[in-house]
């Protein structure tokens, strides 16, 4: 006997992976663990790059830093919006990073090519610093497409129109698609439109300087269907 009222069979049917047709990644901090703390080199690039721009010392430029970034969905979105800097030469200056962190990845790369359907990255980064993380990954050519800030006009997740962009450029059904990504705020506009969410998150413990507590938060808010330490087994082992 079922035991689930009618309308928490049709919330654990959606919340099923069974219908999706169209899979939907971040990049940073998702298709590679925090831990290997690719992403901090970046912040820190981000807080020199705010130290110049402002002249404030580190603690104050990386406090206001991560406040564009909480705030505005990105820095770069919040230094665009305040300070009218040149979006290219910021990503340049941010992604001048050492990439041999990521370590090739052939169990998650397997479990991605598996799913049936299409795939796609969905990143607030930019199109050069993807393919060199999938490089490293061993996934070059994995994706149907990389919809990177660029292709967002500079409007970050977890604005609506970011998503909405997206969705119109590859003709996808949010109610057949499912977004994986680390922070759970841009995991609202999904939810709200009717994809499934996954939260992909640091292991229990892990903590780094360059890491603020609200990047780690773990929440059983509505808007996150799933979450999942290991993203290869989540897949392989999908609901």
């Known amino acids: 006997m079922n035991d689930l009222s009618p309308a928490k069979q049709d919330l654990a049917a959606h919340r099923s992976l069974s219908h999706v047709t169209d899979w939907v990644f971040d990049l940073d901090n998702t298709l590679y663990p925090r831990e290997c703390n ?9 807080t020199h790059y705010v130290m110049e721009l402002t002249k404030l010392d580190f603690e104050a430029a990386r406090t206001l830093q991560k ?16 300070h009218k800097i040149d979006p290219d030469h910021f990503l340049e200056t941010v992604h001048a990073i050492d990439y041999s962190s990521v370590e090739p990845h052939p169990e998650l790369i397997a479990a991605i090519a598996d799913l049936p359907g299409r795939k796609f990255i969905l990143t607030n980064g930019d199109l050069g610093h993807a393919r060199r993380v999938l490089k490293r990954l061993g996934g070059d050519e994995l994706f149907e497409h990389i919809f990177d800030i660029r292709e967002m006009t500079f409007v970050p997740k977890p604005h609506r129109q970011a998503y909405d962009a997206f969705f119109k450029r590859h003709g996808i059904d949010p109610n057949r698609a499912v977004m994986f990504d680390d922070l759970e705020k841009n995991l609202v506009v999904p939810h709200e439109v009717g994809m499934v969410t996954v939260q992909v998150v640091a292991g229990e413990g ?26 290869a087994s989540f897949l392989r082992e999908r609901p």
């Not at 892990?206 to 993203?231: G, S």
């Open 38 to 46: 690719l992403f901090a080199q970046i912040d820190l690039n981000m």
């Open 67 to 82: 406040d564009l970034y909480r705030d505005h969905g990105t820095t770069l979105n919040g230094l665009m919006t305040l």
């Open 206 to 231: 892990f903590v780094h300087e360059q890491v603020d507590a609200w990047e780690l938060v773990r929440t059983n808010a509505p808007h996150v269907h799933h979450v999942t330490e290991n993203l």
